[in-house]
Each structure stands twice: as C-alpha cells, then as structure tokens.
C-alpha cells in the first residue's frame, strides 16, 4: 500500500501527522520551517463556533451515535470562511476541529465539561489531551500518530468517492466532507473495530477460543477483523499496526490482552481456512486498529470517529485533486426493469 508515493510500513510510524497531511495536500514532504508553519496555521483553527457547541450539547442525554454528531457538528462549520483562497482555509478549518468535535461530543455525551484544545500540541496529543484532560506520554501519542497516518487514505473507498462525487459538482469542501461523514457511518465501510475486540473479549482466555469461533462460524456470522474486499492477502496496514500495537502494549500496557489478540488471531486464520478452504481471509486493518485504539484509551464508541479524524486528511487531499480536474463525476447506468410499458388512467388501474 502506497501513500503519497511512499510505502505505509516505511512512513507510518515515523512521520508526524502533520507531516503526512502537508505531503498529501502539497505532493512533498515539509521542511522544517514549512512543516511549522502549516502546523501553527492549522492548530489556531482548534476551536469550535459556539453555535457548533450548543449543537453538540443539544444532543447530549439522547444517546445519539457519535458519528451522527460528528456528521451535524461538521455542517456547522465554513461559513466564515475568507473570500480569498477559501477552500484551503476550509480544509485546514475541517482538519483542525475534526478532534474537538469528537472529543466535545464524547464529553458531553457523559457529562463532563468540554476542555478547550490546546494550540501548543501536536494534532495527535489535543486529541489525547481534550479527551482526558490531561497531556499523554510521548508513548501514546507516537501510537495514535501511526494509526492515524496509516488509515489518512485508501484509494478510491466508499466515502473518499462520494467526497469526490460533491466536489465535482463545484459544491463546496464541507458539503463534500459531510457526505464522507455519511459514508464513512456506514457498518460495511467504518465500522467494524469494536466488534473485533469484542470478539476478544467475549472469548477471554485462549483455551476457548477455536470453540467460540468455531461457533460462529457455523451459525454464519463474520469474523470481524478478518477478510477485506480488496485485499486478498494480508492487509498491509494490519501489519503496520500490528508492530505499533506491539511496541505500545510492551512499554505501557496490558500485555495479558495483547498475547489474548494473538492467540485468537492464531486460531481464527486456521479455523478460517478449515471453514472456508481457498479464501484466504487474512488479518485486517480493523484487529489490530481495536487492540491499538483500546490501548490507547479510547472508548470503543470513539473508534470510527477516530478514523475519521485521520481519513478527514485524505479526502480534502482528494477534493483538493478533484477541484482541480474540474470535471463532473456522472457515471452511466443501464435500466434492467421492465421495458415497453403501457400508461393506464388511474381510475382503470
């Protein structure tokens, strides 16, 4: 997998997300100078209109899923945007308040008081810090930049599309980020993490794993964190998060759950290929996406919103791509009803 011409594994985990967005919208890596001022600019847009705010808050108590707020909070944003070079403004404006809007809604949602984001750190840490109140150790913040530089783009998936489908038709950035938004919300395109580290823990020990597996296996259901519609070897950014996830459980967290991981994925691969031999439903980005995120301390409804704060980059980099080709997205279909019908007045139908 290729990201702005560089291999995943070579970047992923070494580059700062601030640098992955600045090769992405501008197709080169950031000098110093560069790479800080494109930060500065991008943090100082952090906060949220208090009209956004009370939306979110309106919401509270209502048990609302958290990408339904991320969806309405978006549409509050960009109408004070400068005439002059707009659409960059609003892209940044977009990038910046994508983890304030998560973390406000999760801290409203549970009755805590929105913390302000910070303009000193990097994108990564205010996501740790409005969440938690508190400034994470260089250890989570390094994970959660791999994750999020690992998932800032996918090719030509379901949400980037239809981000380039509202593009196209000259509509605005926010309109194209709000239709992702709606993409992304979709359980067949964003949302499977959580189910895959349920999984785990609804197995809880080792020795029981073939036999709860095994079980849903031949009750029909999925696996989730295991097969992909696109890649039908490994997913190479399950590699990538795999290593992360590795790196991060041995210096601070539970390595009880992580060797747990381990061995239901051991188990999994090989009941796979006995339940469906010539499929080769390898490992995806999404098992390894629930231990690394769970680790970190995110709450699991905060997952698919967290993958949005990373892909959010990736689709202004396709909009940015797609504003400049200029052309109309307006695929053909074929009609396959019933042809050669015969109009019939309503009193004789």
């Not at 560069?34 to 808050?57: G, I, N």
């Not at 002059?84 to 999760?106: C, N, Q």
């Not at 709450?299 to 993958?307: A, D, N, Y």
């Given at each position: 997998m290729v990201i702005g011409g560089f291999k995943v594994e070579d970047v992923a985990d070494r580059a700062s997300f601030e640098e992955m967005i600045y090769l992405l919208w501008f197709d080169k890596l950031p000098n110093q100078t560069e790479l800080k001022e494109?930060?500065?600019?991008?943090?100082?847009l952090r906060e949220l209109p208090p009209a956004t705010l009370d939306l979110l808050d309106s919401y509270a108590g209502k048990e609302l899923n958290m990408m339904d707020a991320l969806r309405a909070a978006v549409g509050t944003l960009g109408w004070d945007a400068p005439k002059e070079g707009s659409?960059?403004?609003?892209?940044?404006?977009?990038?910046?308040?994508?983890p304030t809007i998560v973390a406000a809604a999760w801290r409203l949602?549970?009755?805590?008081?929105?913390?302000?984001?910070?303009?000193?750190?990097?994108?990564?840490?205010?996501?740790?810090?409005?969440?938690?109140?508190?400034?994470?150790?260089?250890e989570r913040v390094r994970g959660l930049e791999t994750y999020l530089n690992t998932v800032i783009d996918h090719g030509l998936n379901a949400s980037t599309f239809a981000a380039r489908v509202i593009v196209s038709t000259a509509s605005d950035f926010v309109s194209a980020i709000v239709g992702a938004v709606g993409a992304l919300k979709g359980p067949l395109h964003g949302g499977a993490p959580g189910p895959a580290l349920d999984m785990v823990f609804e197995i809880g020990e080792a020795g029981k794993a073939e036999a709860v597996l095994r079980k849903k296996?031949?009750?029909g259901e999925r696996l989730m964190g295991f097969g992909h519609r696109v890649y039908k070897v490994r997913d190479p950014r399950a590699d990538v998060l795999a290593k992360a996830a590795e790196q991060f459980y041995k210096m601070a967290g539970d390595m009880k759950l992580y060797n747990l991981a381990l061995d239901v994925e051991k188990v999994a691969l090989r009941v796979l290929e006995e339940h469906?031999?010539?499929?080769?439903?390898?490992?995806?980005?999404?098992?390894?996406?629930?231990l690394l995120l769970h680790g970190l301390g995110l709450p699991t409804q905060c997952f698919t919103p967290t993958f949005a704060i990373g892909r959010v980059g990736g689709w202004l980099a396709h909009?940015?791509?797609?504003r400049k080709d200029g052309r109309l997205i307006r695929p053909q279909s074929e009609y396959v009803g019933v042809s050669d019908r015969q109009w019939a007045e309503i009193d004789r139908r």
């Amino acid at each position: 997998m290729v990201i702005g011409g560089f291999k995943v594994e070579d970047v992923a985990d070494r580059a700062s997300f601030e640098e992955m967005i600045y090769l992405l919208w501008f197709d080169k890596l950031p000098n110093q100078t560069e790479l800080k001022e494109f930060s500065v600019s991008v943090a100082e847009l952090r906060e949220l209109p208090p009209a956004t705010l009370d939306l979110l808050d309106s919401y509270a108590g209502k048990e609302l899923n958290m990408m339904d707020a991320l969806r309405a909070a978006v549409g509050t944003l960009g109408w004070d945007a400068p005439k002059e070079g707009s659409d960059l403004w609003v892209a940044k404006r977009l990038l910046a308040t994508f983890p304030t809007i998560v973390a406000a809604a999760w801290r409203l949602f549970n009755r805590k008081k929105v913390i302000n984001p910070d303009p000193v750190l990097s994108h990564a840490a205010n996501y740790l810090y409005m969440l938690e109140g508190e400034a994470p150790n260089a250890e989570r913040v390094r994970g959660l930049e791999t994750y999020l530089n690992t998932v800032i783009d996918h090719g030509l998936n379901a949400s980037t599309f239809a981000a380039r489908v509202i593009v196209s038709t000259a509509s605005d950035f926010v309109s194209a980020i709000v239709g992702a938004v709606g993409a992304l919300k979709g359980p067949l395109h964003g949302g499977a993490p959580g189910p895959a580290l349920d999984m785990v823990f609804e197995i809880g020990e080792a020795g029981k794993a073939e036999a709860v597996l095994r079980k849903k296996l031949e009750a029909g259901e999925r696996l989730m964190g295991f097969g992909h519609r696109v890649y039908k070897v490994r997913d190479p950014r399950a590699d990538v998060l795999a290593k992360a996830a590795e790196q991060f459980y041995k210096m601070a967290g539970d390595m009880k759950l992580y060797n747990l991981a381990l061995d239901v994925e051991k188990v999994a691969l090989r009941v796979l290929e006995e339940h469906k031999p010539g499929r080769n439903l390898q490992t995806n980005v999404e098992f390894y996406t629930a231990l690394l995120l769970h680790g970190l301390g995110l709450p699991t409804q905060c997952f698919t919103p967290t993958f949005a704060i990373g892909r959010v980059g990736g689709w202004l980099a396709h909009c940015f791509e797609q504003r400049k080709d200029g052309r109309l997205i307006r695929p053909q279909s074929e009609y396959v009803g019933v042809s050669d019908r015969q109009w019939a007045e309503i009193d004789r139908r």
